[in-house]
C-alpha cells in the first residue's frame, strides 16, 4: 500500500495540513506530485484546493475566465452554479505588498466583483485565515444546491 508524503518537519500529510492551519508555521514542504494537483497562484489557493478535494466538494475550475473579451479570473469558479471563489493574499502586507489593499488593486477588484455580480455570479472573498473546514463545507453545500 502506498503512503501518502509526508512533511519532513511536522509529519502532515497534504490532507492533513488543509485541516492544521499551522503546517505552515513549520515551513516544511509536503511532496506534491503534480499530476494529482493543478498549479495554484499562491499556498493560500493550494490550501483552499486541497481542503476542498478532501471535504468532497464538486470539482471546480481554476482560473476560470469570464465576462470575455475582458480577461477577469476567478481564483475558483462552479460556473453551471454561478458561483466563485476569490483568494485575497497579501492582505497583511502592508500598503507596499497587499495589492487588493492598496488604491488601485482594490478599486480593480471592486470593478471585478461588480461586473460578476452584474452577470449573476456568488462571489466569496476569503481570507487565508478563513480557510476553515466549518467555511469550506458551508460553501460545498451552498454549490451543490444551485448547481442545475
Known amino acids: 500500500m502506498k503512503s501518502e508524503p509526508h512533511c519532513p518537519v511536522c509529519g502532515y500529510?497534504?490532507?492533513?495540513?488543509?485541516?492544521?492551519?499551522?503546517h505552515g508555521l513549520c515551513k516544511g514542504k509536503i511532496p506534491v506530485s503534480k499530476a494529482k494537483l493543478p498549479a495554484a497562484k499562491s499556498p493560500h489557493e493550494e490550501a483552499f484546493a486541497i481542503a476542498w478535494r478532501a471535504l468532497g466538494g464538486p470539482e471546480f475550475e481554476r482560473e476560470y475566465k469570464?465576462?470575455?473579451?475582458?480577461q477577469y479570473r476567478f481564483d475558483f469558479a462552479w460556473p453551471a452554479a454561478k458561483m466563485a471563489v476569490e483568494i485575497d493574499g497579501g492582505i497583511h502586507e502592508g500598503a507596499a505588498r497587499g495589492r487588493?489593499?492598496?488604491?488601485?488593486?482594490?478599486v480593480r477588484d471592486?470593478?471585478?466583483?461588480?461586473?460578476?455580480?452584474?452577470?449573476?455570479?456568488?462571489v466569496w472573498r476569503l481570507a487565508p485565515s478563513m480557510i476553515q473546514p466549518s467555511l469550506i463545507n458551508r460553501l460545498i453545500l451552498e454549490?451543490?444546491?444551485?448547481a442545475p
Open 100 to 106: 487588493h489593499m492598496r488604491q488601485d488593486g482594490y
Open 13 to 22: 500529510t497534504a490532507k492533513d495540513a488543509a485541516f492544521h492551519l499551522d
Open 110 to 122: 471592486a470593478e471585478k466583483l461588480n461586473l460578476a455580480c452584474f452577470l449573476g455570479f456568488r
Open 66 to 70: 469570464f465576462a470575455l473579451p475582458r
Open 143 to 146: 454549490v451543490k444546491r444551485c
